[in-house]
């Protein structure tokens, strides 16, 4: 810690270089633009302004260090308006920051040379003085920046989420669809998968980390309840692929797209797919992998009444012979109406099998060794287990969604 002896020799070279502030702020412009390709090639900053934020900032500074030992706050006033300007003008951090560090150069030379080799030993100890003082501005240049930068992002993020809506709802204009597509950061013309998943299962930031980490460009939002997610991808295959790497993750696809136009349509797709999903199992499903269930799940009301007219009787037996029955027709019409398979698969003999199926008949009406009752079975079972109407039977089957 700097001695109050130190600080006083510093504070009042500090107070002599005040009036010297424009001839070092045109040092300190110079030395930026010839030390930093950026402020020079990419035309962040004009000359001008360049020129007059380093006046202020040096001002300020020299002020600060000629008030030492310092009493009360810290003016930083212009640095905090400097980082908050260089952030809306899209100044890396980086650059910024060395600018500062230049300028505490230049105000460490100009110390030096104020001082005429007066008090060697105490400029020696004033280096920490000096150099705290700058920190102190940078700290809070950065500070500001970041700030900006985040009010930014969020900005930002909004305007993204307001355009991914616009798109989902078909009202963004047809000339301005594939502006709306590069908008949201998705390659031009590339075709797309639209996801919508249950936002407790998996998050926005999850989601675009599993597509990142493989290559695909992804927009998030939280939309009605629903985290809907629009992917450049060339299948919904690849998507899901993905997306199942999450742990419990609910999620429904759409089939691919070919430009954002579609995505109206394959938000609907998407969101059935998701509804297919029965008893809020964790699954990720694309829309083609059981376009029945999908169907089903378009419509609850007769999703159900068809679930009563054929379950009812079968769901009303107590819990282990309801189960039993509705677990070997799943299993006979898996295995394509083979008794044998059936019965090696339960484990349980043929004629187990057939009394069951007889006795599925004699509730139901419907025969499952006939083909057009077998279909109507099939549809009913899925209707049911869609509905939550009986626990779904964990076979082999449920990934692929047959019955």
Do not use: K
């Not at 299993?331 to 069951?356: E, I, Q």
Request: proline fraction near 6%; include cysteine.
């Amino acid at each position: 810690m700097p001695s109050t002896a130190v600080e006083e020799a510093v504070a009042s070279l500090a107070a002599a270089l005040e009036p010297r502030a424009s001839e070092l702020a045109e040092r300190l412009a110079r030395t930026i633009w010839a030390d930093d390709d950026g402020y020079r090639l990419r035309g962040w900053v004009s000359a001008e302004e360049l020129l007059l934020a380093c006046q202020e900032n040096l001002e300020e500074v020299l002020r600060d260090l000629a008030r030492l030992p310092r009493g009360g706050a810290v003016a930083r006033s212009t640095a905090l308006s400097t980082g908050r300007q260089r952030a809306l003008q899209g100044v890396p951090l980086e650059n910024l920051l060395h600018a500062y560090r230049l300028g505490g150069r230049i105000i460490w030379e100009a110390l030096l040379e104020e001082s005429r080799g007066r008090w060697p030993e105490l400029l020696a100890q004033g280096a920490v003085a000096v150099w705290e003082g700058i920190d102190l501005y940078s700290s809070a240049v950065a500070d500001a920046y970041r700030r900006a930068e985040a009010e930014i992002r969020g900005r930002d993020q909004a305007r993204r989420h307001d355009l991914l809506h616009s798109m989902l709802i078909g009202t963004v204009p047809a000339g301005e669809l594939d502006l709306a597509q590069e908008s949201l950061g998705l390659p031009a013309g590339s075709p797309l998968v639209l996801v919508v998943a249950d936002p407790l299962s998996i998050s926005a930031p999850e989601a675009w980390s599993l597509m990142r980490a493989v290559g695909l460009a992804s927009e998030w939002a939280l939309l009605q309840g629903h985290l809907v997610g629009l992917v450049a991808a060339h299948a919904s295959r690849q998507v899901a692929d993905h997306l199942r790497r999450a742990h419990g993750a609910r999620a429904g696809l759409s089939p691919r797209f070919s430009g954002p136009g579609g995505a109206p349509r394959a938000y609907r797709q998407a969101e059935l797919a998701l509804r297919s999903i029965p008893g809020g199992a964790p699954r990720v499903v694309e829309l083609d992998e059981d376009l029945p269930l999908v169907i089903l799940a378009a419509s609850p009301e007769l999703s159900e009444r068809l679930a009563r007219r054929w379950m009812a009787p079968v769901l009303a037996l107590p819990e282990g012979e309801g189960r039993s029955l509705l677990r070997t027709v799943r299993a006979y019409l898996h295995h394509d109406g083979s008794v044998a398979a059936t019965a090696t698969f339960l484990p349980c003999h043929r004629n187990t099998v057939r009394n069951r199926l007889r006795r599925m008949e004699q509730l139901t009406g419907l025969d499952p060794q006939a083909p057009r009752h077998g279909a109507d079975l099939a549809l009913a079972l899925r209707a049911s287990r869609l509905l939550g109407l009986e626990e779904p039977w964990p076979g082999p089957d449920e990934r692929r969604g047959t019955a």
